[in-house]
C-alpha cells in the first residue's frame, strides 16, 4: 500500500467539489496494471468534470483526469510488466473509474496501452484525448470513403485541442484544412501547423438555406449548435462531417437536404469508448504516418498536478489555446 496525491472529485450531501487529497493505492478503482503517473493532460471534459459544469462522472468519488501516461510498477496480467511504459486514454477514466490526475492510477489491461516507441509519455498526453479524437475522426471518414480531392476539410474550435491537433493530423494526412476560429490573432500560429485558410468565425455568415454552394469536402466540428448546422450544407458531395463536441452548444437544428441529396454522412466520434481494435489502429497511426508534426508548438502550456484546476475556467470560457498538459511524475 502506498500513499499518494490525487486530484479526487465529489459529490455527496456537501455538495460537488474537488481538490488534492492523499489517499491510498488499495482504494483505487480495480484493474490488473497498477501505473505510476508521469504524465496527463487537460481537456474540455476533465474541466466540466473538475468544475461539475457537466454530467461526466457516474460514480462518486473518483479522481479525475481522462489521460494518463506513465510507467507499470505491478501487473497481473502477463501482457505488462514493471517498467513497461503505459498510456490510456477514455476508457471509463474520470467516468466510472479512477482517472489520471494522480500520482498513481489502476488500469483494467482490456484499456491499457503499450506506449509506441516513436512517443515518450510527454509526447503521448500531448496527443491525449484530444489527438486520439482527431484521429479517429480522419479514420472513421476515410474508411466511408473521405478522399482529398472532394475539397477542403473544415476544423472548428481550431485554436482548442482537438482543433489544433486536427489541423496538424488532416494536413499531414495529405489535406486541405481550413481552420475555423474567433481568434484571428491567432491565425499566424494555425498557419505554422498546418491550416491553409483560416476564417474568423465572427465573419461567417450562413445562408439560412437548406443547401447552398458545396464549398467543403469534409468537416471536423468540435462546437455544434448554429455552427455545426451552418456548416452541414456546405459539404460536397459525399462528404462526412465528424461530430466531436459541443463547446459551443449541444443542440442541432437542421434539414435532411444535406444528407439526403448530397449523401454527406454525420459519423459521430466518441472516443472514450472506442473497441480495442480500433484503438490499437489509432494509436498506431498516431505514432506514425499520421504523427503529429508540432507537438511541441501545440503544447503551450505545462501544469503541476497541485494547479491542473486553474486551467478550467478558462476552457469552459472559449479561451482554450492548443494543449495543456499536467506533469505527475514526469
Ligand atoms: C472527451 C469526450 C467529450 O468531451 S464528450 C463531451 C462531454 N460530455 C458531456 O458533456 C456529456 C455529459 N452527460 C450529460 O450531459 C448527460 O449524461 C446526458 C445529457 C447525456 C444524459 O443525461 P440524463 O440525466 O438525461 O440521463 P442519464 O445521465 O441518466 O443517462 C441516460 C442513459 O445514457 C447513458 N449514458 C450517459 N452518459 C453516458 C456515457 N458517458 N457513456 C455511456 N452511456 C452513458 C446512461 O447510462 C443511461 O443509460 P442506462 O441504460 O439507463 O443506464
Ligand atoms: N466526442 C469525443 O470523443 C470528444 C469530444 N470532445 C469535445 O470536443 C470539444 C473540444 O474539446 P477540446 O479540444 O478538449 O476543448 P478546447 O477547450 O481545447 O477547445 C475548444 C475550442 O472551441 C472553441 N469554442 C468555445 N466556445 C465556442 C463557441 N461558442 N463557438 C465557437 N467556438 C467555440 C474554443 O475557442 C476552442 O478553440 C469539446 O466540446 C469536447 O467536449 C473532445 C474530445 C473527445
Redesign the pocket.
Request: glycine share 18%; net charge positive; hydrophobic share 30%.
Given at each position: 500500500m502506498t500513499s499518494f496525491r490525487a486530484f479526487r472529485i465529489h459529490q455527496d450531501d456537501a455538495g460537488y467539489r474537488a481538490g488534492i487529497e492523499t489517499m491510498d493505492t488499495e482504494a483505487l478503482s480495480p484493474g490488473e496494471v497498477l501505473v505510476r503517473a508521469e504524465w496527463s493532460s487537460v481537456?474540455?471534459?476533465d474541466a466540466?468534470a473538475g468544475t461539475g459544469k457537466?454530467?461526466?462522472l457516474?460514480s462518486f468519488p473518483l479522481n479525475g483526469g481522462?489521460d494518463v501516461a506513465g510507467t507499470v510498477v505491478a501487473s497481473t496480467d502477463p501482457s505488462f510488466k514493471e517498467g513497461d511504459k503505459v498510456l490510456a486514454t477514455g476508457s471509463g477514466l474520470s467516468?466510472t473509474r479512477d482517472g489520471g490526475y494522480g500520482e498513481y492510477v489502476r488500469l483494467p489491461a482490456a484499456w491499457t496501452i503499450a506506449l509506441p516507441a516513436t512517443l515518450t509519455t510527454r509526447e503521448a498526453m500531448i496527443v491525449g484525448?484530444a489527438g486520439f479524437t482527431a484521429a479517429l475522426a480522419l479514420l472513421r471518414m476515410t474508411e466511408n470513403r473521405q478522399a482529398p480531392s472532394q475539397g477542403p476539410i473544415a476544423i472548428t474550435g481550431a485554436t482548442g485541442g482537438v482543433g489544433m491537433l486536427g489541423i496538424d493530423i488532416f494536413s499531414r494526412a495529405g489535406y486541405e484544412v481550413h481552420a475555423i476560429s474567433g481568434k484571428p490573432d491567432r491565425f499566424d500560429f494555425l498557419r505554422n501547423i498546418g491550416a491553409s485558410e483560416c476564417v474568423d468565425r465572427h465573419q461567417l455568415v450562413f445562408s439560412g438555406r437548406p443547401m447552398d454552394s458545396a464549398k467543403y469536402g469534409g468537416l471536423l466540428d468540435n462546437v455544434g449548435g448554429k455552427t455545426l448546422a451552418g456548416f452541414l450544407p456546405l459539404i460536397a458531395p459525399y462528404g462526412n462531417a465528424a461530430i466531436c463536441?459541443?463547446a459551443g452548444s449541444p443542440e442541432l437544428a437542421t434539414t435532411v437536404m444535406p444528407f439526403i441529396i448530397r449523401g454527406v454522412s454525420v459519423l459521430g466520434i466518441a472516443?472514450?469508448?472506442t473497441a480495442r481494435d480500433v484503438r490499437d489502429e489509432v494509436w498506431r497511426r498516431l505514432s506514425g504516418d499520421w504523427k503529429p508534426r508540432h507537438l511541441d508548438t501545440i503544447c503551450t502550456k505545462e501544469v503541476a498536478l497541485e494547479d491542473v484546476a486553474s486551467v478550467f475556467g478558462t476552457m469552459l470560457e472559449g479561451g482554450s489555446f492548443g494543449r495543456t498538459i499536467v506533469r505527475i511524475g514526469g
Open positions: 481537456n474540455y471534459k466540466l457537466g454530467k461526466i457516474r481522462i467516468e484525448t463536441g459541443l472516443s472514450a469508448g
